[in-house]
């Protein structure tokens, strides 16, 4: 089973592979960050150039995750993602006309939410989806207070919440299928694949049509690198988008408080001891205290 | 755990024991009370909100939003009291590792104090989970997240919770009249005190690490590497003060415990204690500058997020702070319960504004929270106080020890 899945993504990169850069199918990868992983890390490069922001991927997106069908989708003003939905596109007024922008998950390759999670609910997959796990989420929210994009929703109104957010339809994936709205998406925007080939698809659609692309790859060192990638007709700050983001992983910022917990745990006490015995009165004895 | 060991080494038979008990637990004070008759129909209401939070879901009861999930019952309860709290951990090491005797008279209720509120703050903690079933999971190795900051403080504030009961353990067992427990108790309190005291400077730490992720989404002027650091060093005075005011309502409310502590000069104490805060204080300014200059932060004062920051930090360290120093010099005890109760306030408005009101500041809806969060928050409040005053009129906490509790070793 294992084996066979492997297989089959194995056959689906080469094939995009192939596609994207022809003959070009065993060169270097830079840019994948977990080079020990036993599976390359996919993800889905969108091109807000060729979104019409038809608003179908919301609808497939919906369908695919059994949530309610989206509303207001007609409406101008800039709609969230919430806990009744994964993603949402919204319009935006920029110095080339209206652009679409999708807004969803954006797995990243270190994500935050996974860091803070004390459950592994949230978790990073080998394949590159960042997904929750019902059975281990004990519902703090700490990935919500971690998440730089607030990615992660809750059901507030229920007794038994979720965390609702793009889990990239690990299900369909694993079942050898691509995420949904990659699938029905009637422009092409949104390409699934390998993320070391989507940098190149990237990279070889700005360079091939400079004048319709800006020269940035939203996603490749954002936060780190993440796996969910935007190249965009005008910058990026005219979309909307946090263009703040640092381009370190963010559970880096913990990674020197976490590594000070172990000496700490082992020295204080030793240094504690010390200072007793060197105060302590000589004349009285030890179990006075308290 | 200790009530489990306890009754079996009482050499009385189990009925005298169950006597006793049922003794115990009747009321020993006025029942009707100021504070019992403002406290007991809000723990009422406070009840049944819980109730309701459980069958109708976290976002029934309060107000939290996508951009800010962790409110007050996080924000205060769990964010602040643990600041609060930590006036036992620098206690103990006043008295236990520093051998400062002077400190003792307080030590105990210091510790029950500390004890409780980690009880009644986890309590809270619980009610804020969306799944709280699942909280097994880090208890029993289901998944651990080692790299995560909250499950190393959640492991941190479980251990430090059994090291506060041990060190309180002796009084119960003098309560108990149980000797041969109060020894093997009493010979387990060093190592209470020693991990006890590591375990704090790690949770306290971890609490302010836990925000190190949201770069970004805190206000700069609140947002900085070093926030492990600067509520470590908080903890000092926040939980100093604590005991400063804590004390002087004792002092006042259990009078009749109190009597025959000739010894127990309670002016001394505080006095020592405002120089102390004093100290804490001078080190945590100095760093909040050194931050702010590092930071380049003069940009973001001339705002409205600005002048509340300085709002905080000029009326609510600075000045607490002179307070503290002019009250040491002039042994003024009056000014130093004033100042405690500014510093006290200076730590919850800190901790809210890190946790919820600079947190994410930027987004389309403010959480305001709801009345339903501020009754459940006075309620585990006045629950706590009501346990700490049933267990301080029961058990030696200020009252004198037995006298077999010094002769047993």
Redesign the interface.
Known sequence: MEINRRFFFKAIGATAAAIAVGQETSASEPDLKKDNKKEELHGMLYDMVLCKGCHGCEYDCAEAHQLAEPVDTTKSEHR?T??TRCTVVNKHETSKGEVAVKTQCMHCSDP?CG???????MYKTEHGAVIWRE????????C???C?F?VP?????????RIIKCDMCYNLIQEGEIPACSYYCPSKALTYGKRSDLIRIARKRIHDSPEKYEDYIYGENEAGGTSWMYISPVPFNELGM?T???TSS??A??K???SS?AP??IL??AV??G??EA???KNK???E?? | MSENIIPKTINEPSTGFWKFMLHELKPKGKIFSPFNIISFPIIIVGLIIIFLRFKNGIGSVTNLTQDVPWGLWIGFDVVTGVAFAGGAYVLVFMVNILNLKKYKPILRITVLNGFLAYLFYSAALLLDLGRPLSIVNVIIGNNFGVSSVLFLVGWHFLLYMLALLLEFSPAIAEWLNARKAHKILTGLTMGAVVFGITLSVLHQSGIGALFLMAKGKIHPLWYNEYLPLLFVVSSVFAGIAMVILEGSISQKVFTKQLEGNAHHNHDDILVGLSKISALGMFVYLSLIVLVFVHQKNWQYLNSGMGQWFLFEIIGFVIVPMLLFFTSYRYRNTGMIKIAALITLLGIMLNRMNISIISFRWDAADRYVPSWQEFIVTLTIIFIEIWVLRWIVRRMPVLSKSPEWAHNNH
Request: glycine share 4%.
């Open positions: 969230l919430d806990e935050a860091a803070a999670c004390l459950t592994q609910a059975d281990k989420c004990m519902g703090c929210r700490y919500m207070i971690s730089p607030d929703k809750f059901e507030y109104q229920s007794t038994n919440p946090n703040t983001i640092l963010y559970p910022l913990t020197g408080f976490i917990i700490v745990d204080l006490p504690l001891l200072i007793y105060t302590k009165s004895p030890l179990d205290e308290l």
